[in-house]
């Protein structure tokens, strides 16, 4: 009984000593990483060619995604080509890298990815969850739409038997 009580106080240091550090680490603030995010978008030379039309790329395919929201079917298309967009970013950023002095005027592809997961991959998660969000809206008024047809459905039969 006593072990148990002692891995359980030890366990409980652990949580304490655990919580006490991320408190801190909340208590100093957000300022470092986002001084790191501001750095990453100056290193960045935004007037390059490619950059200019990845951005487009990115803004017609949200306008897409937006204009195209009844359209279920359309939808589940660029949902699942947003996703393999973000699945392939690997492969596309070794291609990148071995490729970039033919249209870039740095090396912007490292090893990790961060380049490539920042402005490929994150662009495209956040339209792949605007089309999921659309989805499940869709899917939700279906439900009651069906459900509201099968109560007249119901009325109507009970109608029925009562005459």
Known sequence: ??????????????MADLV?????????GLGPGFDNLIGFFHAINWKETWL???????????????LSR??????????LTAL??????????????QNWRSFASQNYFDSNGV????????PLL???????????????????KWKKAELRHRGRLSQNKQD
């Not at 967009?85 to 890298?97: D, I, P, S, T």
């Not at 956040?126 to 009651?144: K, Q, Y």
Request: glycine fraction near 4%.
């Open 126 to 144: 956040v339209i792949a969850i605007i089309i999921l969000i659309n989805t499940l809206f869709s899917l939700c008024h279906l439900i009651v």
């Open 52 to 66: 200019m039309c990845l951005l487009a790329f990115h803004f017609l395919y949200l306008v897409t995604a937006i």
């Open 84 to 97: 393999a967009g973000v699945y392939l970013a690997e492969r596309f950023n070794g291609l990148l890298c």
């Open 70 to 79: 009844k359209n279920l079917n359309f939808q589940m298309l660029l949902f």
């Open 20 to 28: 006490h550090t991320v408190s801190a680490d909340f208590r100093s």
């Open 1 to 14: 009984m006593e072990q148990i009580q002692s891995a359980l106080e030890a366990h409980l240091e652990q």
């Open 115 to 122: 380049f490539v997961s920042v402005l490929w991959s994150g």
